[in-house]
């Protein structure tokens, strides 16, 4: 390794933050699955040459894919995998496709760059790939094992024909894969140019300089943030579709110097049905980093080079690290949940850094069918809910807690398939009361104009999200079919081919999210706006806020107080945190 | 006759000046009035004609560059706006797109700015159009009637109508206008089908209510500078500058100020592409550098990109402007070592006020502006200057972070230039390799104060040649107004595939759009031999997520069908993303661009000299610190270089507004309209 200066590290860490940015903007304007270009679920990476991811923002899974390969990694070479069993998890259900690229410059391997995506539909007995009554990942549609896409710049045409074959979208598809690949090439381009304009050693150094520094801040944050003493912390999801549930997902958290230790033991076995999370350890770390650096230092870059200072125990068999061949389609509820887990494990000694929980899962709505022309539809529309009530506000109203996602404009959705959106806005009095309030959930009623099938995908809507600080939890959340003579028919949170017709209803509503600190020492006049807006009703701001109003929504100040005054006394200490519902329900 | 253009930025007011008859120009300054920009503006233009003894009766038009309409949105006071939108869907602002920053947690720490109109002043109107443009319930006009009333007893000043697939058929926003101006005439009203008559609701809704909020403001300071103009008895016809770099005229001002957000960029993207064609180097990409920000943009082949939404402050707007990308990197971007023991340059910044340390008004953190000048690259006393730099504070500041790194002053202040440069670097990235141009096509064009300094070493990272230094390149946004022309585009969201259409209707449609653009043509008095009607379509595969907007021919059309649209989609696919498909294209929105000339004469060209630049040396002796050491860096008086001079790198050209640098390595030549060239020695 060449002695580099730290300014050449930042250029070159500069430059690889643009190489990521560029690498979403190729994907974003090529590709065809609305979830990829509408809803941004994708994740661009650049790895060293072992495989160390260095900018990115979802942990790399090189190392275990490329190791697959007896014959090696060769110049021109692009993999494709979908198989989340054959990555140690590193894509967590099939529907992710994900691409490899080696990068060499000058005969020598630099590294690789990596993007991965969910396509619309890899096959199976359900439009879009996620049935909710999967027992085992065969049920779920074709994998791909890491194969060679391009072998040595060549395209293997007999992996497009047999893409093809498996999928109701095999355009969209195929476009998809190709704005992968085309996403991984241009990153590969300028990681080229950067070890021709530094020269590969510099580089390489770089690389490793930029590993070394997040290790060392993680080390510090670890030191100042983490128990000596273990502390656990648990959570629920409500049922895994097949009638089974709750599933209790456990954590244990503690340092020992400046290493820091997570244990998933006391975490239920894995369920019958889809909603096993094979967590890739890699990923969990990546995780635990950003959540550390968005509480308590968000101007940190981070990459690979923490790991060896996390130490994840996560049980064989259990909902965390089923054993193959168990379903993990639905794994978007494990996999958020886990950050309420998390969030909950490390704000025990410290809550008041740590907001509270949220709406939990990727809710979907997935509605297929013909349309008037006898075109083929397949519709894959991802919801939002309530953000957690937070330390530095209320928590927002109905948007994503995934990175970067956006919701899908009722006009595109009108114009391309066969719906209308009657309404579309966030939940009264779903989110927790609090200091800062928990997050409204969605809202959003759906009329039917062509025959087909509907499935949903959600959770929350048994145990509710709960609030931290004396926050009040969040509303849980419900589906309801609407057929068109009026009768309404309860949906479970998750379910498949729900046979709809033309004029029926859905409505759809997520979950809320918990509040955070004390409700009745919001100031007043928050508590009138939110009423004034139509997010809260008056009822709730008298009964959580003890805010009282006049006949023309003036506030009553001396009723305002007097409540105020006798409710506090009335109801004692308040707990750090508030699970609602959660004791009657595990019972 | 005189032309006068003005362009009122956040510390000055910049005015040029130009005879009509000869082309000459002349360039002043005046601090710039925030409360009141036409304070501002009048003394300026009266500051200029005393200094050039012109009579202010002499002045036949002025071109005026605005940020009335942008600050009323960032400093959030606008009019207090009432929004009636399809109900059920009265949350349209507040849910917005649902959006949240990566990575992943990073919601925790994210803002969200309160809608430009609040819930407490939207109401939902019971009615609906579906996708297709039919009624699917009629309007309730009863009910709206009440809400109406409701909203003006409420103090609402400013109404916008925008409901669900008015793109499609705004009969009910029409009605509801008519409603609403039957109740009471003097609220102005505006409705979404006007503005942004396109589909993606959230995005329409925004900027007609966002039109809706900067309408109060700007027909004030409109009617102000009016009412100055008269007072001073002054009768010149004045003309707003558009975000698209077109001009528009006092009432298409008042009643669309949106399309006026990025006004004063757009001029020096203009003068971009001015200078670009007068050196016969048609492709620029062009960095505008300032105390807190760089603006970049890229010119091909003489004209600029247009480029259809843009960002004011968090918010997307659909409203047509010259592509410019900024990023949180100036010469005040302060420089810091946080945790991780990086060298990390802005997103803070010391702004106007302290300012960097140099300055000397009570900053102390090292900002981009203290590097150079410890480098040498900044020499304290400028030309004509009316400060000194304070050499030793801009030491001690850079001190700290050189202290962090453990390394010397002067490494650590090369240090933040190369990050600055890397950051802006960044930028020009994202308007050429980004959209398919590489850059090394382009020359580079540095503009604002602060841009000559770090241009050569811009163009050395992004291999753009020759770097151009215009003569006036502090001034160059009002001197880009001088080169305007009236536009306006007229467009629609015209959605379906190629095997849905025939040429007929794609004709037909594209020629309603383009008789549109005659009559405001009309209205804006332009002569017929001046103007053009451009028309373009948007396409992109079937369900596809972005389109690609395509110059299309109606003649061409007529004579080669549709396919002749598919084919040049497919080649521009193939060339931005490297594949094409065999899928479906379809169209998503049809536009007519209406293109007034303006007799602009020509600046005029200056005597060659000879290669000799010796007799501008100011201080044959100044240092400067390149490639770890101090070197002999003569400082020359741009003002006394002549064309065809040539100064040899490493130098420093000090000039009133602005410093160039030239690297070792590299020489600087003058040319006839005293660009300075910048080019590597071979």
């Known amino acids: 390794m060449v002695k580099i200066d730290s300014i050449t590290v930042d250029i070159i860490e500069n430059a690889l933050k643009n190489i990521k940015e560029e690498m979403d903007v190729t994907l974003f304007r090529s590709a065809m699955s609305p979830v990829i270009r509408e809803q941004h679920d994708c994740f661009p990476m650049i790895t060293d040459p072992e495989g160390k991811m260095v900018v990115g923002n979802f942990g790399s899974h090189v190392p275990e894919v490329v190791n697959q390969f007896e014959e090696g990694i060769h110049e021109g070479d692009v993999i494709f995998v979908s198989d989340p069993y054959s990555t140690g998890g590193s894509i967590s259900h099939i529907n992710d496709w994900m691409i490899i690229l080696p990068i060499f410059h000058q005969n020598e391997i630099v590294g690789y760059s990596s993007m991965f995506g969910h396509v619309m539909d890899v096959g199976g007995p359900v439009p879009s790939s996620m049935p909710v009554t999967a027992t085992t990942i065969f049920g779920e549609g074709v994998r791909f094992p890491p194969v060679k896409l391009y072998d040595k710049g060549v395209l293997n045409e007999s992996i497009i024909k047999i893409m093809k074959a498996n999928t109701r979208t095999p355009l969209e598809n195929y476009s998809d894969l190709m704005a992968l690949v085309a996403s991984c090439r241009t990153a590969e381009k300028r990681v080229k140019e950067l070890c021709e304009r530094f020269g590969t050693e510099k580089y390489l150094s770089a690389l490793n300089a930029l590993l070394e520094r997040t290790n060392v801040m993680m080390r510090q944050l670890i030191q100042n943030f983490l128990p000596t003493e273990p502390v656990s912390f648990e959570d629920y999801i409500d049922d895994d579709g097949l009638g089974n549930g709750p599933f209790k997902m456990k954590l244990t958290v503690w340092r020992e110097g400046d290493n820091a230790y997570f244990d998933w033991g006391g975490t239920d076995k894995q369920a019958p049905g889809p909603i096993n999370y094979y967590l890739s350890e890699p990923m969990f770390k990546m995780f635990i980093g950003s959540f550390l650096i968005s509480v308590f230092d968000p101007a940190i870059n981070f990459n690979d080079g923490f790991y060896e200072v996390l130490h994840i125990k996560t049980p064989e068999g259990s909902l965390m690290r089923p054993k193959a061949p168990a379903a993990l389609g639905c794994r978007t509820h494990a996999l958020s949940r886990l950050f309420d887990v998390l969030s909950g494990a490390l704000s025990i000694n410290t809550p008041e850094n740590s907001p509270a929980a949220g709406y939990g899962t990727s809710p979907y709505f997935i509605y297929s069918g013909y349309d008037d022309e006898g075109r083929y539809f397949n519709l894959m529309e991802v919801m939002y809910g309530g953000l957690p009530g937070r330390p530095i506000g209320d928590g927002i109203d109905g948007h994503s807690w995934w990175p970067a996602f956006v919701n899908i404009p009722t006009e595109y959705l009108e114009t391309y398939y066969p719906l209308l959106v009657n309404s579309y806005k966030t939940g009264t009095d779903s989110g927790g009361a609090g200091l800062n309030r928990g997050g409204n959930c969605n809202e959003k009623l759906y009329t039917i104009l062509a025959e087909g099938t509907v499935s949903i995908h959600d959770d929350r809507s048994i145990i509710q999200p709960w609030g931290i600080n004396g926050g009040e939890p969040g509303s849980s959340s419900s589906k309801m079919l609407i057929k068109k003579d009026g009768t309404r028919i309860p949906l479970p949170s998750k379910v498949d081919n729900v046979e709809v017709e033309k004029g029926d209803q859905i409505l759809f509503i997520t979950g809320g999210s918990g509040g955070w600190g004390d409700p009745l020492e919001r100031e007043v006049e928050r508590v009138r706006l939110d009423v004034a807006r139509g997010l809260v009703s008056v009822e709730k701001a008298a009964q959580s806020y003890g805010v009282l109003f006049t006949d023309h929504l003036e506030v009553d100040q001396a009723k305002t107080e007097e409540t105020r005054a006798k409710m506090k006394l009335e109801r004692g200490k308040l707990e750090s945190f508030n699970f609602g519902n959660r004791e009657k329900v595990v019972q | ?682």
């Open chain 2, 1 to 682: 006759m005189y032309r006068v253009a003005v362009d009122v930025g956040g510390t000055f007011t910049d005015i040029v000046l130009q005879n009509e008859e000869s082309g000459e120009i002349y360039v002043t300054k005046t601090p710039s009035t925030t409360k009141d920009q036409s304070i501002g503006l009048m003394k300026g233009i009266k500051k200029v004609c005393e200094e050039c003894n012109v009579d202010i009766s002499e002045i036949r038009s002025i071109l005026h560059g605005t940020t009335v309409a942008t600050n009323a949105v960032l400093e959030e006071k606008g009019a207090k706006v009432g929004l009636i939108t399809t109900e059920g869907f009265e949350q349209i602002l507040h849910v917005a797109r649902s959006w949240t920053p990566a990575p992943i947690s990073a919601w925790m720490g994210f803002h969200k700015p309160n809608p430009l109109a609040d819930l407490i002043y939207t109401r939902g109107a019971k009615e609906r159009m579906t996708a297709k443009g039919d009624v699917y319930l009629e309007l309730d006009e009863t009910d709206i009637r009440h809400k109406i009333i409701e909203l003006y007893e409420a103090g609402v000043e400013s109404l916008t109508i925008s409901l669900l697939n008015s793109y499609a058929n705004s009969s009910h926003e029409e009605r509801i206008k008519e409603i609403a101006e039957s109740i009471n005439p003097d609220i102005p009203v505006t409705i979404s089908n006007d503005i942004l008559p396109e589909f993606r609701e959230y995005e329409r809704t925004l900027t007609t209510v966002m039109n809706a909020y900067v309408r109060p403001p700007m027909q004030r300071y409109l009617t102000n500078i009016e009412k100055k103009l008269l007072d001073e008895k002054i009768d010149s016809r004045i003309s707003i500058v558009r975000s698209d770099g077109g001009l528009m005229s006092i009432p298409a001002a008042s009643s669309r100020p949106v399309h006026t957000m990025l006004s004063g960029p757009s001029g020096g993207v203009t003068a971009s592409a001015m200078i670009g064609i007068q050196t016969g180097f048609r492709n620029v990409i062009s960095f505008d550098m300032g105390g807190t920000s760089t603006d970049v943009s890229l010119t091909y082949d003489g004209s600029p990109r247009v480029s259809r939404e843009t960002k004011v402050g968090v918010f997307p707007v659909k409203s047509p402007s010259l592509e410019v990308v900024s990023i949180g990197a100036g010469g005040g971007s302060i420089a810091h070592v946080p945790l991780t023991g990086a060298l990390r340059v802005g997103p803070q910044s010391a702004g106007s006020e302290p300012g960097p340390a140099s300055y000397d008004r009570g900053g102390e953190e090292p900002a981009v502006t203290d590097a150079n000048v410890v480098l040498g690259y900044l020499p304290p006393s400028l030309v004509g200057g009316e400060m000194k730099l304070n050499v030793d504070k801009a030491k001690d500041a850079v001190r700290k972070v050189a202290d962090k790194l453990e390394i010397d002053i002067y490494k650590a202040a090369k240090g933040i230039y190369d990050i600055v440069n890397e950051n802006m670097y960044g930028a020009t990235r994202v308007v050429s390799v980004e959209k398919g141009y590489d850059p090394r096509e382009f020359s580079l064009l540095a503009l604002g104060g602060a841009g000559p300094l770090h241009a050569n070493a811009l163009g050395k990272l992004s291999g753009s040649f020759p770097v151009i230094i215009p003569p006036t390149a502090g001034v160059l946004s009002a001197l880009g107004f001088l080169q305007s022309v009236i536009r306006n585009e007229y467009s629609k969201t015209f959605i379906y595939t190629l095997s849905q259409l025939d040429v007929s209707t794609v004709v037909s449609e594209l020629k309603g759009l383009g008789e549109e653009c005659d009559h405001w043509l009309n209205q804006e008095a332009v002569p017929e031999e001046q103007r053009t009607v451009k028309y373009e379509v948007d396409v992109r595969y079937y369900r596809q997520g972005h389109e690609i907007p395509i110059e299309v021919q109606l003649s061409k059309i007529e004579e080669n069908g549709l396919e002749l649209i598919s084919n040049q989609f497919g080649d521009i696919h193939e060339q931005t993303y490297g594949f094409k498909m065999d899928a479906e294209v379809e169209i998503v929105n049809i536009r007519a661009v209406a293109v007034g000339k303006v007799n602009s004469p020509e600046i005029p060209v200056n005597e060659a000299g000879t290669e000799d630049a010796s007799h501008a040396i100011m201080d044959p002796d100044h240092q400067a610190y390149f490639e770890e050491r101090f070197v002999k860096t003569p400082i020359y008086d741009r003002a006394l270089l002549q064309p065809a001079n040539k100064v040899i790198g490493p130098a420093i050209i000090s000039q009133k507004d602005s410093t160039t640098l030239v690297l070792p390595g590299y020489f600087a030549e003058v040319d006839q309209h005293m660009n300075l060239l910048i080019q590597e020695e071979v």
